[in-house]
């Protein structure tokens, strides 16, 4: 049977694209993009970076006492500009999500855990505000994470090749597929939150 690898490549060219999806269907309801009026206590993320679906633990400190928050998930929606036959390039809007809601105790102390979302990739704020005050903030990153499957078999075996976390900022949001160092295609998630699914077909000799 032949063993299958795929590399990828940061790059600029032809698009593969997936049915439009994603992150704010895993996310709560929309929330305003908040300002800060001076940020108030301290804020933090458990573990700072990780895979969609990871329990990220968030605590603060100093805050007012007995109060409510959103715990807000930022990111952006991604889009196509064109118009009249030609292309513009990309097009990234600010959105703001719901992941929970959370209270201080009397100390002004609070801890609460979400799951990272499947979203684009690489950096995002999580916020902690109150309709469109924003409090504090902290950072969490989104992992890429490639799949193959299957992993093996004889030329002409259809490979679906899953791809998660990319990102939306340039030199993030632009790859390419190598398929034994030649290139197979572009890959790109503009509209899918960052993730991107495709079939190549497996070709070459097989291994022994």
Same mark, same amino acid.
């Given at each position: 049977?032949? %063993?299958?690898?795929?590399?990828?490549?940061?790059?600029?060219?032809?698009?593969?694209? /997936?049915?439009?999806?994603?992150?704010?269907?895993?996310?709560? $309801?929309?929330?305003?993009? @908040?300002?800060? &009026?001076?940020?108030?206590?301290?804020? =933090?993320?458990?573990?700072?970076?990780?895979?969609?679906?990871?329990?990220?633990?968030?605590?603060?400190?100093?805050?007012?006492?007995?109060?409510?928050?959103?715990?807000?998930? %930022? #990111?952006?929606?991604?889009?196509? &500009?064109?118009?009249?036959?030609?292309?513009?390039? $990309?097009?990234? #809007?600010?959105?703001?999500?719901?992941?929970?809601?959370?209270?201080?105790?009397?100390?002004? &102390?609070?801890? @609460?855990?979400?799951?990272?979302?499947?979203?684009?990739?690489?950096?995002?704020?999580?916020?902690?505000?109150?309709?469109? $005050?924003?409090?504090?903030?902290?950072?969490?990153?989104?992992?890429?994470?490639?799949?193959?499957?299957?992993?093996?078999?004889?030329?002409?075996?259809?490979?679906?090749?899953?791809?998660?976390?990319?990102?939306? $900022?340039? /030199?993030?949001?632009?790859?390419? /597929? /190598?398929?034994?160092?030649? *290139? #197979?295609?572009?890959?790109?998630?503009?509209?899918? =939150?960052?993730?991107?699914? *495709? #079939?190549?077909?497996?070709?070459? %000799?097989?291994?022994?």
């Amino acid at each position: 049977m032949g %063993r299958l690898s795929a590399t990828l490549r940061g790059a600029l060219f032809v698009a593969v694209l /997936l049915t439009p999806a994603a992150a704010n269907a895993q996310l709560g $309801r929309e929330a305003p993009l @908040a300002t800060p &009026r001076g940020f108030v206590g301290r804020m =933090a993320l458990s573990p700072e970076h990780g895979l969609p679906g990871a329990p990220v633990e968030v605590t603060a400190e100093r805050l007012p006492a007995d109060s409510e928050f959103q715990l807000v998930w %930022r #990111t952006v929606k991604g889009g196509w &500009r064109v118009g009249q036959g030609e292309y513009h390039g $990309r097009d990234y #809007t600010p959105a703001a999500f719901e992941i929970a809601a959370v209270s201080s105790d009397a100390a002004g &102390r609070l801890s @609460a855990t979400f799951t990272a979302p499947e979203d684009y990739g690489f950096q995002h704020d999580v916020v902690l505000q109150q309709g469109e $005050r924003l409090f504090n903030q902290a950072g969490f990153a989104v992992d890429m994470s490639v799949t193959l499957s299957p992993e093996s078999g004889p030329p002409g075996t259809p490979i679906t090749v899953e791809v998660k976390g990319m990102g939306w $900022r340039p /030199l993030e949001n632009s790859w390419t /597929l /190598l398929y034994d160092n030649n *290139f #197979t295609g572009w890959i790109s998630a503009v509209t899918t =939150a960052g993730t991107a699914r *495709f #079939t190549i077909p497996a070709s070459g %000799r097989a291994c022994t």
